[in-house]
T-cell receptor, first 113, second 114 residues
Framework: TQLLEQSPQFLSIQEGENLTVYCNSS?????LQWYRQEPGEGPVLLVT?????EVKKLKRLTFQFGDARKDSSLHITAAQPGDTGLYLCAGEGGSSNTGKLIFGQGTTLQVKP | EAQVTQNPRYLITVTGKKLTVTCSQNMNHEYMSWYRQDPGLGLRQIYY???????DKGDVPEGYKVSRKEKRNFPLILESPSPNQTSLYFCASSWIRVHNSPLHFGNGTRLTVT
């Protein structure tokens, strides 16, 4: 069974600080997605990474896919209270287009003003 | 507006009383999926469907049924709910190539089984 381990599970920081969330696995994924979820809502896609070593930027968020496609990271620069939420990584298991998407446990981020 | 609609948002029921949670999407997506979300466990896939009349088990299918008779609808059926099925449920849809398109989630159904 493929697993995705996210760390840390909880993070409480002050506005303006930087942070990194990790998503690790012993398995290779054909692609990896990052979602953000706010209370009372479903997750919303932030980014998809497909190529090993790929780096994508979304304003103050930087996403990286490991060279071996087994891990990914999300780095937030100068966090804002609006970044508060649950961050989830999700990998498409095995060969592509299988339909099975595996989620990590999530990282709850609280950014205090 | 493109959306995934789940109903109901909240449901309290008793053990053994059959229930259905509906899910409908208006984006003509081939792929639909059900997840349950529990604290510390993230989202776990229950069932998914790659197209009409095609359904497959996810990681936690026990105690659940689904059907995909039409492209837009993907109901989740609990024939005999038990307290361990108390959870937050999400329906999602996307184009068939999941990693090339985003999963669109509904706003969730909070189910309590007493």
């Amino acid at each position: 069974t493929q697993l995705l381990e996210q760390s840390p599970q909880f993070l409480s920081i002050q506005e303006g600080e930087n942070l990194t969330v990790y998503c690790n696995s012993s398995s290779v994924f054909s692609s990896l997605q990052w979602y953000r979820q706010e209370p009372g809502e479903g997750p919303v896609l932030l980014v998809t990474v497909v190529t090993g070593g790929e780096v994508k930027k979304l304003k103050r968020l930087t996403f990286q896919f490991g060279d071996a496609r087994k891990d990914s990271s999300l780095h937030i620069t100068a966090a804002q209270p609006g970044d508060t939420g649950l961050y989830l990584c999700a990998g498409e298991g095995g060969s592509s287009n299988t339909g099975k998407l595996i989620f990590g446990q999530g990282t709850t981020l609280q950014v205090k003003p | 507006e493109a959306q995934v609609t789940q109903n109901p948002r909240y449901l309290i029921t008793v053990t053994g009383k059959k229930l259905t949670v509906t899910c409908s999407q208006n984006m003509n997506h081939e792929y639909m999926s059900w997840y349950r979300q529990d604290p510390g466990l993230g989202l776990r896939q229950i069932y998914y469907s790659m197209n009409v009349e095609v359904t497959d088990k996810g990681d936690v299918p026990e105690g659940y049924k689904v059907s995909r008779k039409e492209k837009r609808n993907f109901p989740l059926i609990l024939e005999s709910p038990s307290p361990n099925q108390t959870s937050l449920y999400f329906c999602a849809s996307s184009w068939i190539r999941v990693h090339n398109s985003p999963l669109h989630f509904g706003n969730g159904t909070r189910l309590t089984v007493t």
